[in-house]
Every structure is written in C-alpha cells, then in structure tokens.
C-alpha cells in the first residue's frame, strides 16, 4: 500500500464525496497490489455507482492523459503518492444512454430493412 496522504489537484466535488473517494482509495490500495491499477479502478467505480447511481468512471495509473466531459459536482483528480486517481461521471444516466443505444440500434436496422 502506498502509505502518503491523498493530494487533490482539482475537484467540483462537495467535500462528503471527496472524502469518500479517497477513503476508497486506500481501501482499494489495502486490498489490491498497487500495480493491479484496473482492479483499484474497479474497486472504486463499483462503490461509487452502489453510493451514487450508475455511470461512474474512473482512472488509476501512474502516467496517462485524458479530455473528458463530466456532470457539475461529479470531477475529481487527485493522487496518493506517485499513483493518479481520475473520477467522474458523465453526461447521461446509464439508463438513458442503454436506452438511446437501443434506440440507434433499432433506427440502424429499419434503415437496413
């Protein structure tokens, strides 16, 4: 486990949810060998969907880059040490996007017919 203290680079998080995700970071970093970056991942993205509704993301690792859109309230990227934690959740409810992915699929074979 890496042992530092959890230093937020940027959050539109309240600060009950930033608390949480960190708290879950440790966790998983308790729970998982810190080189297993998607199984921390997984960890974390599981607990925040069962708090807080389907369509969680999240990214650990130590070097990677990323251009996201998220919900207002829902970012944050922070790091514990030389590890780098990105979470967020995107635009649309898994709900809604399954349904609109239906939808694209059922236009998609009506044009074929």
Known sequence: MLEGKAVIRESDMPEEMQSRVTELAYQALDLYEVSDCQSIAHYI?????EAYGAAWHCVVGKDFGSCITHLCGSF?????EMMEFLIFKDGKEFTESKE????VLQKSKQIDS
């Not at 993205?45 to 969907?49: A, G, T, V």
């Not at 944050?76 to 514990?80: A, D, S, T, Y």
Request: hydrophobic share 50%; charged share 30%; net charge neutral.
């Open 45 to 49: 993205k599981q607990k925040f969907d």
């Open 100 to 103: 609109e992915a239906i939808g």
């Open 76 to 80: 944050i990227f922070f790091h514990v």
